[in-house]
């Protein structure tokens, strides 16, 4: 098991390497720094002390070399055009509220799309679960936008029960300021985490109800009822534990998806996380910024797919001997 | 098999009259199981044969009570040790499956859980029936995976089953079955996923360990020959009837039904070497589709326009029944 973890962790270094060659390329490509940063009455020789300056007379590998000792070594991306702050420290606190929005929505997706969908998948023809699937169909063809301005409309400005935006309070732990322990907090996270956890609950309906349908037919779940087990243990032991293979692959993507592009939600609820700044950003051509985004988010995916990764070594032990072989 | 006796002093372990399985689709009814009557003595052993979709394995289910929906079971007479099983409620069902009727399936591939460890799932069987401590439990398995000759039983206990072949996973199949000394083991067509070697030492296995144990036995099977050597008593399914049914010997001398003929003459013999072998023309009847009367009769070279109406179910000997118009040995 070991060795396969290590072999990931070689595979997922590879990709994150591969991805800032990448992003380093499309920044090459996309126009001329100097003459963003250089003022337009600026003579040839005033520009070449700059980009003398800022080593782009070097050949690009040595360029390359450098953004990546930078970058990966010392997190140094280069300060934003905009503030003038490091773009790692934008980011690194921007990122917690869209971490914890992400988390929140993907938590309370599974918590009650799971079961649902285990329910659907016991009693396909029946009333409720008829009802559960239709409601999944809805709960994902809806625009997520359109979920979340609806939210506020009902909840904040008719009802006045929750804040319309903005993210509550936010208590420091260490470098990392989290709004989850308050329930001042929570108040603001409410609708943004419903907003996705919508979209995301249908999805692991299906996928659930799916799995299930496909799982209980099988000889080894007639078999556990054959030999006396309770249903609390047929279902809950031998169903779940087959299921949760495909909805931890599903709810892993789906992380990384509500991660990385929060985008809509966040503008809708003027979240303070980074798909916000990185919309700003890119409005503002603020290119360290957006080149700190991809490489965090690159990195964060690739540990996400990780992850997953280990845990489902840990729930099919079919997958472990077929990789240490 | 028509006698029936009082069932306080019933000499029967298991004494089932007209079990019917029906499964009500849209498309109508499949009558899968219909009208099955079994009696079983403790110890004894009943092959149950039939080509496949005769229902031997719906019947295996029912008796357990494990029929999927949209089937539905039901009985003149379901008694097993004294206990009228129609009667039972769902809790108390459970608490009679897999511990005093246990059930191996046909393919130990599929039977046992890929993702939990055989120590797991064995002992569960035996915490799901007494209140027994881990180590305990645990002990006990042990010694059923020696009994059906495990070779390092504590190393076997603690692999997943897919380090396993399908001969060890069936012999952990039969072990689990017997973990709680059952009255009654049903076996699917146990050997039939298996290697011939295997099968052999399989059967003997399960042979030996009803015969030392007392536990009853049905072994669901299409192979008349194999069984033929196991089991005290057959009874040969058709289209969810049992058409015939007798001690091994007799069926084997002197079978009466036409289709436990075919049965016969279909099993390679030294005589039929580099002949073609017989075959009983035709299928098996759509469960949908059955012809009217005896469903054997569209295949049934004895076959009058008389076997449109039912045929009755007869004793022609004391523990020999046929249920055919025109019953009598092969001529």
Same mark, same amino acid.
């Not at chain 1, 400005?157 to 929750?162: I, K, M």
């Not at chain 2, 206990?157 to 072949?165: C, E, I, K």
């Not at chain 2, 070279?301 to 449109?308: E, G, H, M």
């Not at chain 2, 022609?316 to 523990?319: C, S």
């Given at each position: 098991m070991l060795s396969s973890i290590v072999r990931r962790l070689l595979q997922t270094i590879g990709v994150v390497l591969v991805m800032s060659a990448l992003v380093f390329a499309a920044l090459y490509l996309v126009g001329d720094p100097v003459s963003m940063l250089a003022s337009p009455e600026a003579t040839d020789a005033e520009r070449e002390l700059i980009r003398r300056s800022l080593g782009l007379d070097l050949p690009l590998w040595r360029q390359y070399l450098i953004f990546l000792n930078k970058a990966l070594v010392h997190l140094d991306f280069g300060n934003s055009f905009l503030t003038g702050e490091p773009a790692i420290r934008l980011i690194l606190d921007r990122m917690p509220a869209t971490l914890e929005l992400a988390t929140a929505a993907m938590f309370f997706a599974l918590l009650i799309g799971v079961p649902l969908g285990i329910y659907a998948g016991l009693k396909p023809e029946s009333f409720g679960s008829r009802s559960v699937m239709t409601g999944s169909v809805l709960g994902f063809s809806l625009p997520n936008f359109w979920v979340g301005l609806m939210l506020i409309m009902v909840?904040?400005?008719?009802?006045?029960?929750?804040?319309?935006g903005g993210r509550g309070p936010a208590e420091a732990f260490g470098p990392v300021r989290l709004s989850v322990f308050s329930w001042e907090g929570w108040r603001s996270l409410l609708l943004p985490v419903a907003t996705i956890a919508i979209a995301k609950c249908a999805l692991i309906i299906r996928v659930t109800r799916a799995a299930t349908r496909e799982c209980l037919p099988l000889d080894y779940i007639k078999f556990a009822r054959a030999r006396g087990l309770s249903e609390r243990r047929v279902l809950g032991v031998h169903l779940l534990k087959n299921i949760l293979i495909p909805i931890i692959t599903i709810a892993g993507l789906e992380y990384g998806q509500v991660f990385a592009f929060a985008v809509v939600t966040e503008s809708v609820f003027s979240w303070p996380g980074i798909g916000k700044l990185l919309i700003d950003s890119i409005i503002t051509l603020d290119r360290p910024v957006v080149v700190a985004y991809l490489m965090l988010t690159v990195v964060f995916l690739s540990a996400l797919n990780l992850l997953v990764d280990i845990v489902y070594t840990i729930l099919d032990p079919r997958v472990q001997s077929k990789a240490g072989a | 098999m028509q006698t029936r006796a009082p069932s306080?002093? +019933?000499?029967?372990?298991l004494d089932v009259q007209g079990l019917r399985t029906w499964f009500h689709t849209r498309r109508g009814v499949v009558k899968a199981v219909d009208g099955v009557s079994l009696q079983l003595k403790q110890g004894e052993i009943l092959g149950l044969v039939g080509e496949s979709g005769s229902g031997k394995t719906i019947t295996g289910f029912s008796l357990m009570n494990l029929v999927d929906k949209p089937g539905r079971i039901r009985a003149d007479r379901l008694f097993f040790d004294g206990r009228e099983?129609?009667?039972?409620s769902a809790k108390e069902y459970r608490a009679l499956r897999g511990h005093e009727m246990a059930m191996i399936f046909q393919d130990p591939m599929m039977t046992l859980n890929p993702v939990l460890r055989v120590d797991t799932q064995m002992i569960e069987t035996v915490q799901a029936h007494e209140q027994v401590s881990r180590s305990a439990a645990r002990a006990r398995c042990i010694e059923m995976l020696v009994k059906v000759g495990i070779p390092a039983p504590a190393e076997r206990? +603690?692999?997943?089953?897919?380090?396993?072949?399908g001969g060890m996973r069936q012999r952990i199949a039969i072990a689990i079955a017997l973990l709680n000394s059952p009255k009654l083991i049903i076996a699917d067509e146990p050997t039939t996923a298996l290697d011939v070697t295997i099968q052999g030492q399989i059967l003997y296995e399960v042979q030996k360990l009803c015969r030392e144990t007392g536990t009853a036995l049905i072994w669901i099977t299409h192979d008349l020959a194999l069984v033929s050597g196991l089991a005290d008593r057959l009874a040969v399914m058709y289209a969810g009837r049992i058409v015939e049914t007798a001690p091994t010997a007799d069926i084997i001398r002197a079978a009466q039904h036409a289709y436990t003929h075919g049965l016969m003459a279909s099993i390679p013999t030294f005589d039929t070497r580099g002949k073609s072998l017989f075959q009983i023309p035709g299928s098996t009847p759509s469960p949908l589709n059955m012809p009217e009367g005896c469903p054997f009769r569209t295949r049934c070279?004895?076959?009058?326009?008389?076997?449109?109406e039912e045929p009755l179910f007869e004793m022609?000997?004391?523990?020999h029944g046929v249920s055919c118009w025109h019953r009598g040995v092969e001529t």
């Open positions: 909840f904040a400005v008719f009802l006045h029960w929750l804040p319309a | 306080s002093s +019933s000499p029967w372990l099983l129609q009667a039972l206990m +603690s692999v997943y089953p897919h380090h396993l072949s070279y004895r076959a009058t326009p008389q076997c449109v022609v000997a004391p523990a």
